[in-house]
DNA sequence: AAAAG
C-alpha cells in the first residue's frame, strides 16, 4: 500500500463516544477528569532529592487529585524523596514530621490510581517515623470495598427499546465527496451492541479472592499491599527477560493471587493458604514483612543486566530474546542501539513523516545474510520504535485517550456509518495513564466488517493521523504454526498522531491498536483486550477446564463438536461460563 | 521471535 503524504485533517472535536460506542446522540458528558481522585488533602511536597521535573510532576498531581499548601505544618501529607533522619531534619523540624504522614512520591501516584487514599505503611517514607505516619495517614481504614455497588438488583435493564444510530452526517464538509456508503442515514445499531445502559454492578460477596481463577477474583487497580505485588513482579520480568517463562508463570500468579487479596497483609499466615502461594514465595513474603523489600528483587533492580534487558525490551519489537542478544553484544544504551541499527537521530525524530512500515521488512540484497543477528524478524520496526521511542514511553491521560476515540470513530462513522465500538485496553480497567490505545469496532451488519480494518487505517493515514502501520492482518491470514494464541481479528497495530485541530494535539506520536471483530464476537472480542492477561488467561483456562470450551478473543468454541457460541453481550460470555460478572475495574489481575 | 491483553 503506498501511501502518499496526507494533510491533516481538521477533525472538530466529533460527537462523544467515550469509553463505549458511537451511541445515538445523547451527548451525555460524563464526568471527566475535573473530579478529584482524592479527598481534598493538605499535602506539602518535600523538595530535597527531588529533582525539578519530579518536583512538578508531584505538585502537578497534587493539585489536580487534591490539595498542596506551601508549608509542611498546615500539611496533612509529607511527601518526600529522603529517606534518612537527619537529612529530612533539614527540611522539616522533626516535631512537626513527627504530627504528619510522611510518605514516599509513590504514596501520591499510587493513591492516585487507587482513587482514594492508601494505606500509608508501605510507603513510610523515614524508618523512625513509621508509626506516626500510619497514625496520621489518610486512608480511611475502611475495606476497600465498604461501600458502593453491591445493590440488590442484579438485572440489567432489559428495555427492548431499538436505538438508531443517526450517523452524525459527518461534519466534514470536505470529506463529505467520499462517503462511500450510499445514502444511509440511519441504521439500526442493536441494543446488545452497546454498553449496557446503567452499568452492571459488581457483586464482589459472590466472588473469592481465594479462587485458583484469576476471573473469579476482584482485583482492583492497585491494591493495599501493592509494594509486595511490585517486588515480586520485580522477579517476575526478570525471570522473563531471562527467558525462564515457567518460573516467570509462578511469580505472576503469585502476584495476581496478592493484588486480589484485600487485607493488608501483616502475617504470613494470612497469605500462606492462598492458591499458588508456596513455601519459596512465602518465604520471600515472610521476608518482605521482616524486612520491607525482598532481597533478591532489590538485587535484580540494582542489576545493569536487569536494567539494560528491561530498557531493551521496552523498546517495540524488541522482546527477552533480542534483548539478550544485544546485550551479548555488549551494547548497553539506546545509544548503542541507534549506531547497531543504523538510526540516523534526526530522521525519524521531530518530522511528521508517513512510514509505511511491512509486514516482512525486507533487507537490500547487498545487507542480506550480512547480520546473522535478525534473520527472519527484519528490523526495520526496530529502527522505527528506536526513532519514537521517547513519544511512545509517554503515558496518555484518560481525557486523551477518550479524544483519540472520538477522532477515529469519526472518521470510521464516514468511512461505514453505523458501527460500534468501546476503548479497551488498560483504559477500559481504570487506569488514569495508557500506555497505548485499543479500540475494538463491530459493525451490525456482519458483512460489512470485512475489510474495513484496512479502510479505516488507510483513511486515517490519508488524514496523517496514522503514521506508522506496525503491522496489520486479517481474518484470513491462514497461519499453519500458530504461535501462541494470537486471535485471527481484523487487525492493525499502529502509530498515531492527533490531527493539529485537536485541543489535545501536542505532536506527541502514540500507539492505538485497531481491532475489528464480527458482531457475533464483538463481546468476546472486547473481553480479550480489555484484559487484565491474567484475567483473560484465565477465563480460558476456567472455559477449557470446567466447561471443555475454548475460549479467544475471536470466539468460543466447544471442543468436542466444535459448536460455536454467540454471547450476545459482555454480561453474556460471563453467564455462558457460569462466572459472576466483574466489572473491568475489578479485572486488574496483573498490577 | 515478536506483537496485544
Known amino acids: 500500500m503506498p501511501f502518499k503524504r496526507p494533510r491533516p485533517n481538521p477533525t472538530q472535536g466529533g460527537p462523544n463516544s467515550e469509553s463505549s460506542s458511537s451511541r445515538p446522540l445523547p451527548a451525555k458528558q460524563t464526568k471527566t477528569s475535573t473530579a478529584k481522585g482524592l479527598p481534598d488533602m493538605k499535602i506539602y511536597i518535600v523538595q530535597a532529592k527531588l529533582d525539578a521535573e519530579s518536583i512538578a510532576t508531584l505538585t502537578g498531581l497534587a493539585e489536580r487529585h487534591s490539595g498542596v499548601c506551601r508549608n509542611a505544618e498546615d500539611a496533612e501529607v509529607l511527601i518526600t524523596a529522603v ?58 481504614n475502611c475495606k476497600p470495598c465498604g461501600c458502593s455497588d453491591d445493590s440488590p438488583s442484579p438485572t440489567p435493564p432489559t428495555s427492548p427499546r431499538p436505538r438508531t444510530a443517526e450517523l452524525s452526517s459527518s461534519p466534514t464538509s470536505l470529506s463529505a465527496a467520499s462517503v462511500p456508503e450510499p445514502a444511509e442515514r440511519a441504521v439500526y445499531v442493536p441494543e446488545n451492541l452497546l454498553p449496557p445502559d446503567p452499568p452492571i454492578p459488581t457483586k464482589l460477596e459472590t466472588l473469592d479472592y481465594t479462587s485458583r481463577y484469576a476471573c473469579q477474583r476482584p ?78 528483587a532489590e538485587t535484580i533492580k540494582g542489576s545493569e543486566r536487569f536494567q539494560t534487558l528491561s530498557l531493551f525490551a521496552s523498546i517495540y519489537g524488541i522482546g527477552p530474546s533480542t534483548a539478550r542478544r544485544l546485550y551479548d553484544l555488549n551494547l548497553r544504551t539506546l545509544e548503542d542501539l541507534e549506531i547497531y541499527y543504523g538510526v540516523e537521530r534526526d530522521d525519524v525524530g521531530r518530522q511528521s513523516q508517513i512510514v509505511e512500515v511491512e509486514e516482512k521488512p525486507q533487507h537490500p540484497r547487498w ?104 503491522h496489520l492482518s486479517s481474518f484470513h491470514t491462514h497461519d499453519p504454526l500458530r504461535l501462541h494464541h494470537w486471535d485471527n481479528l481484523e487487525k492493525a497495530l499502529t502509530v498515531f498522531i492527533l490531527p493539529p485541530t485537536s485541543p489535545f494535539y501536542d505532536g506527541t506520536r502514540r500507539r492505538l491498536d485497531l481491532i475489528f471483530a464480527s458482531p457475533e464476537v464483538y463481546w468476546t472480542a472486547v473481553i480479550g483486550w480489555t484484559g487484565s492477561i491474567m484475567f483473560q488467561r484465565d477465563i480460558r483456562q476456567w472455559a477449557k477446564d470446567k466447561l471443555g470450551m475454548k475460549f479467544d478473543s475471536s470466539g468460543i468454541t466447544r471442543r468436542y463438536d466444535s459448536k460455536e457460541f454467540y454471547p450476545k453481550t459482555e454480561k453474556e460470555v460471563f453467564e455462558l461460563f457460569g462466572l459472576q460478572w466483574v466489572d473491568p475495574t475489578w479485572r486488574n489481575a496483573d498490577l
Open 219 to 296: 482485583a482492583p487497580l492497585v491494591c493495599v499491599n501493592q509494594s509486595l505485588v511490585r517486588e515480586l513482579d520485580t522477579i517476575r520480568h526478570s525471570r522473563w527477560l531471562e527467558g525462564e517463562d515457567r518460573s516467570a508463570l509462578s511469580y505472576e500468579r503469585a502476584a495476581s493471587v496478592i493484588k486480589a487479596y484485600p487485607h493488608k497483609i501483616r502475617s504470613l499466615a494470612q497469605v500462606v493458604k492462598l492458591p499458588f502461594i508456596g513455601t519459596k514465595i512465602g518465604g520471600l513474603i515472610e521476608q518482605y514483612l521482616n524486612t520491607g523489600t525482598i532481597l533478591e
Open 83 to 140: 529517606s534518612m533522619r537527619r537529612r529530612l531534619e533539614r527540611h522539616v523540624p522533626w516535631e512537626i514530621a513527627k504530627t504528619k504522614a510522611v510518605v514516599t512520591p509513590q504514596w501520591l501516584r499510587d493513591s492516585i490510581e487507587h482513587g482514594g487514599p492508601l494505606p500509608c505503611d508501605d510507603y513510610v517514607a523515614i524508618g523512625d517515623l513509621h508509626e506516626t505516619t500510619v497514625q496520621h495517614c489518610p486512608d480511611c
Open 367 to 470: 545487507m542480506r545474510g550480512q547480520r546473522a543477528a535478525d534473520d527472519g524478524l527484519g528490523d526495520s520496526w526496530i529502527r522505527v520504535a528506536l526513532g519514537l521511542r521517547e513519544d511512545l514511553a509517554k503515558r496518555i491521560p484518560r481525557a486523551e485517550v477518550e479524544e483519540m476515540g472520538r477522532v477515529v470513530i469519526t472518521e470510521l462513522n464516514d468511512l461505514k456509518p453505523g458501527c460500534v465500538s468501546t476503548i479497551v485496553g488498560g483504559y477500559r480497567r481504570g487506569k488514569r495513564e495508557s500506555n497505548d490505545v485499543d479500540i475494538v469496532f463491530t459493525h451490525p451488519d456482519a458483512s460489512k466488517v470485512k475489510g474495513l480494518c484496512k479502510s479505516l487505517v488507510r483513511r486515517l493515514h490519508e488524514r496523517g493521523m496514522v503514521t506508522h502501520v506496525m
